[in-house]
């Protein structure tokens, strides 16, 4: 709202202004137009203070002192009619000249200020000035100032006032120029500034240089200095005077500021041509000489300034270059540059660590939290460093260590004093964070390559977190297992591609007459020439290589299309639903819901058809599998918690996920006919699956006596060998086995 007002009335302003201005020649009598720049001067006054008052500019003080400036040229327009009405002819100088003349300091000083960019060395915008008035000084003083000063006829004092106007214009053009060409962006309050001082030096350059032309068009040369006012008063009124300033990396030696500099440096050529080939007078040799030296100077100190800001820059760069932004810490390049030093002066020892849980972290209370927490574990790190190591973020939550001419023993020691670190929970803003890592440690026998030093930690590191330990060496064994799963992984990629893997369906049947009433579809791989390969080899292999998500892609389609062609052939008796296992790499996609919804359509199952299930460790994490999760169920897909009860989170998650079917895992149906607390973990999972409004499903049945047991406790579904193992076409016809009551 009071932005608004505050336009309102610089736009009033503005336009009053401007044409009290246009309308100032057209007024016949010298007493008017005395009135009118008294009336327009003290306005000007007053809104600059409302403008300074009500915007509250960052640079208020230099506002004050060009208030001041203003104050005296008010006070010069009074003395300048006073005199015009009372004296029959006007005295030069006068009381008016030595008001207008004394208004320049602080007018000048006033604009300077306001010229500075926020990001510019004082010195470098102070040197940029000089050069500029330098230039334009000595051709004042060629052509106005020094025929001035040597004409005998012209009293001192007349010749000194008259000297001064035009050395003040030059140091206005020299400090409007500064303006126009600042660091940071002008606002539209600079612009105004501009005008109004462009229209100040037009009508003083004029009385300096014509002064013949003042007895005939004197009235039209006088509406620049009233246009001044008012530009300078609207220039505080504006909003844009309290704007926040533009903030640079650095200061920009812009095509402005370059080409300004570049015409003052070639004002002395330009004047000993002009001087010298008028021959109207002699070359001013020693005023050109004495400007030449000065302006070589201040553009060899302002290079000088130049080149150092670039060397810093350069300086800041290469440090930016080596370093990770967020951590603070040396970054791959680096680390590999510090690894190649050490290998060429000693036997070093490199730690890679990789952190365990991160992704949950990120996912589950925001990449702001993930920050903090890499922050503080490369603090921690850092702090358990010896003189002489190197902690690195080698990316993501990677980190590496490099102990520099180091044995095994104290690279050992060098890792337990990082897994040491890592145990004690790590606060990350307002959380308290148990972080764990798998570290893997090399040493450099046998090897001069840093890459190859850095392999070995990077494949130690995996086997660390494959094994589920905290730390592993380096050992010549771990290639050839790393070097077995990267050939079972490009294998697989074969056998996805040739068509090697095959599904089975597991019946899923009704208690007590065991009909199918669903199957789950089960991957198998029969390899050319390995026979057939257990799930168990090679889906940890496809999570680590991200080959699940199109090997699940597959299991999916595939077993849609089988369970449309089930209904079609078999009708009434075909499975109503055909389960699928998704992992946690494919709730990770954000488009895997998308695609589920695609593959419901271009098969023709209906949603309510399809069952995914998922385990509780792929949804613990929360973030985007959550949401995946929850994108199904409203497609209508149902949701199943495999394994359920064998995580440390399943009540929990209950709360969180939506769940329609739990299927309680094998381990609690092994023991199930057993006398005494066998059993009460399966009634109490019934129990609580009935609570909760959800179905129950009884995995790994192998005997009639733990089926009819787990009818007796409740259970209506269940699946196991004793319904029918794993076969691509289960009969669906076949006389059901009832469970014996």
């Not at 050529?269 to 100077?297: C, K, N, Y």
């Not at 090997?551 to 055909?578: D, E, F, K, N």
Request: aromatic share 6%; proline share 5%.
């Amino acid at each position: 709202m009071l932005t608004g007002r505050v336009d309102r009335w610089w736009s009033l302003w503005m336009g009053a202004g401007t044409l009290v201005c246009l309308a100032y020649p057209l007024v016949p009598s010298d007493a008017a137009q005395g009135v009118i720049s008294w009336v327009v001067g003290l306005a000007a006054l007053l809104v600059t203070i409302a403008g300074i008052r009500r915007n509250r500019p960052a640079a208020a003080r230099c506002w004050y002192v060009v208030l001041a400036s203003l104050v005296l040229w008010v006070l010069g327009d009074i003395a300048f009619s006073v005199s015009r009405l009372v004296l029959p002819a006007l005295p030069f100088p006068s009381w008016a000249d030595a008001f207008y003349l004394s208004a320049y300091v602080p007018l000048i000083a006033g604009l300077y200020g306001l010229a500075r960019s926020h990001r510019q060395r004082p010195l470098a915008g102070l040197v940029d000035t000089l050069i500029i008035a330098a230039g334009l000084g000595l051709v004042y003083w060629i052509f106005v100032i020094d025929p001035i000063l040597a004409d005998p006829a012209t009293p001192l004092l007349a010749r000194l006032a008259t000297v001064g106007y035009p050395t003040a214009s030059v140091l206005m053009i020299a400090v409007v120029a500064r303006l126009a060409t600042r660091a940071a962006h002008p606002t539209p309050s600079h612009w105004l500034l501009i005008i109004g001082s462009v229209a100040t030096l037009a009508s003083n350059v004029i009385l300096t240089l014509l002064p013949g032309v003042v007895p005939g068009a004197g009235d039209v040369i006088y509406v620049g200095f009233l246009i001044a006012y008012v530009y300078w008063a609207g220039a505080a009124l504006h909003p844009s005077v309290s704007a926040p300033p533009v903030r640079e990396l650095a200061e920009r030696f812009g095509r402005g500021r370059l080409a300004v500099l570049t015409c003052a440096t070639l004002i002395v050529p330009a004047v000993l041509f002009v001087q010298g080939s008028s021959g109207h007078r002699p070359v001013s040799w020693l005023a050109i000489g004495l400007g030449a030296v000065l302006l070589f100077l201040l553009v060899l100190l302002r290079m000088s300034g130049f080149v150092a800001q670039v060397q810093s820059q350069a300086a800041q760069l290469e440090v930016l270059a080596m370093h990770d932004e967020l951590t603070g810490l040396a970054n791959r390049r680096l680390f590999e540059q510090r690894v190649r030093e050490a290998l060429a002066t000693g036997s070093p020892q490199v730690a890679m660590l990789d952190l365990t849980g991160f992704k949950a972290v990120n996912d589950r209370l925001g990449h702001t939290v993930g920050d903090r927490l890499l922050i503080a574990v490369a603090g921690r790190l850092v702090a358990g460093l010896r003189p002489g190591d190197l902690v690195a973020r080698m990316g993501g939550d990677e980190f590496a260590v490099l102990a520099p001419d180091a044995t095994d023993a104290e690279g050992d020691a060098l890792v337990e004093r990082v897994c040491a670190a890592l145990r004690v929970p790590v606060q990350a803003g307002e959380h308290e964070l148990l972080i764990g890592a798998g570290v893997g440690v090399a040493g450099a026998a046998g090897t001069g390559d840093p890459m190859e030093l850095l392999r070995r930690a990077d494949v130690a590191m995996y086997a660390a977190k494959a094994g589920g330990d905290r730390q592993r060496r380096y050992a010549p064994c771990l290639d050839d297992e790393a070097g077995a799963e990267a050939r079972l992984g490009a294998e697989m990629r074969t056998a996805l591609d040739t068509g090697q893997f095959r599904l089975v369906y597991q019946p899923i049947v009704s208690l007590p007459d065991a009909r199918i009433v669903a199957v789950e579809a089960l991957i198998r791989w029969h390899h050319p020439e390995r026979g057939l390969v257990n799930p168990v080899d090679f889906i940890p292999v496809a999570e680590q290589n991200g080959l699940i998500v199109e090997l699940g892609a597959w299991i999916l389609t595939t077993a849609c299309a089988q369970a449309v062609t089930w209904q079609h052939t078999h009708g009434a008796v075909a499975p109503s639903r055909v389960s699928v296992n998704v992992s946690a790499r494919q709730l990770a996609e954000p488009g895997f819901a998308d695609f589920v919804a695609h593959t419901l359509a271009s098969t023709g199952l209906p949603a309510h058809h399809l069952i995914v299930e998922v385990t509780e460790t792929a949804v613990f994490g929360g973030g985007q599998s959550v949401q995946t999760v929850k994108d199904l169920h409203q497609l209508g897909v149902r949701i199943a918690l495999d394994d359920f009860g064998t995580g440390h989170s399943s009540l929990g998650l209950l709360q969180t996920v939506p769940v329609d079917t739990l299927k309680v895992d094998k381990s609690f149906v092994d023991t199930i006919t057993m006398a005494g607390r066998h059993a009460v973990i399966a009634t109490a999972l019934i129990q609580v699956a009935d609570g909760l409004g959800l179905t129950a499903v009884a995995e790994g049945v192998e005997t009639a006596e733990q089926a009819a047991e787990l009818h007796r406790l409740g259970y209506r579904l269940a699946q196991g060998y004793h319904f029918g193992r794993p076969v691509a076409q289960p009969d669906f016809h076949g006389l059901p086995s009832v469970v014996a009551g």
